[in-house]
């Protein structure tokens, strides 16, 4: 069994769920590319500022991996399209990649923009990576819905869990370790940043609600094609026939 056939059917990968046009105008494919190498940019840009490690210390550095990881997908498979495991992968990678482009454009332009540019001490290159960091890879994504024919899948809601697990315990261990929060929100001093946690993964739980039924609206998904049977020819049929 297919590790796919757990939270897939062939045919959410060809039709419920989305639907790759193979024969798609080539310039989107080139799009996907320019797409790929332009994030690529933006990890170049955070390691030579400031250390490989920092990719996976901040949420925002994670996003950008998983938005270059879906771009990779994308592109191969437009190329395979028999391929189901990778038509899965592309599904999911879709999701995900759109929903933490989503959370990075909610949070940080709301309430860590301030602190970020502060950081940079003034440091120009710093700056300019605060901002391609924080757009680049949303508007990456935007383009990526409005270039494919996907829609989210609302029992994947629980991929909002694992990663804000996930996440939450590299953001937990990294604070402890440097002495100071990442974000200033989740200072994991008492149980109140396990709460103000908790909430934050109930609230994009609920947005993931909110776009799962936006996509549905916007992108609604072809129906199966009804099959008819011949009904068998009777007897009275053949003899008239013969007749």
Not at 125 to 151: E, R, S, Y
Request: some cysteine.
């Amino acid at each position: 069994m297919s590790w796919y056939s757990y939270i897939y059917s062939s045919d959410d990968l060809t039709r419920g769920l989305q639907q790759l046009d193979h024969r798609e105008k080539a310039w989107k494919q080139n799009a996907r590319i320019v797409l790929l190498l332009v994030n690529l940019m933006q990890v170049f840009q955070v390691v030579y500022i400031y250390y490989p490690y920092r990719l996976v210390q901040y949420f925002t550095n994670l996003t950008i991996l998983a938005t270059i990881f879906y771009q990779w997908v994308a592109i191969l498979a437009r190329r395979s399209p028999q391929n189901m495991s990778l038509l899965a992968l592309h599904h999911l990678m879709f999701e995900i990649h759109f929903m933490m482009n989503f959370i990075v454009v909610v949070v940080f332009w709301s309430s860590l923009y301030g602190e970020a540019i502060a950081d940079c001490h003034g440091d120009a290159f710093k700056i300019f990576n605060v901002w391609t960091g924080h757009t680049v890879p949303g508007i990456t994504a935007l383009i990526n819905f409005l270039m494919t024919d996907c829609v989210f899948q609302l029992t994947h809601v629980k991929f909002v869990l694992s990663i804000g697990i996930f996440y939450g315990y590299i953001n937990y261990k990294e604070t402890k370790r440097l002495g100071r929060p990442i974000y200033w929100f989740f200072t994991w001093e008492d149980e109140k940043t396990f709460f103000l946690y908790g909430g934050f993964i109930l609230i994009f739980s609920f947005l993931w609600w909110v776009i799962c039924v936006t996509t549905l609206r916007m992108k609604p998904r072809p129906k199966a094609k009804a099959q008819t049977k011949r009904a068998p020819a009777s007897p009275n049929s053949k003899r008239s026939k013969l007749e």
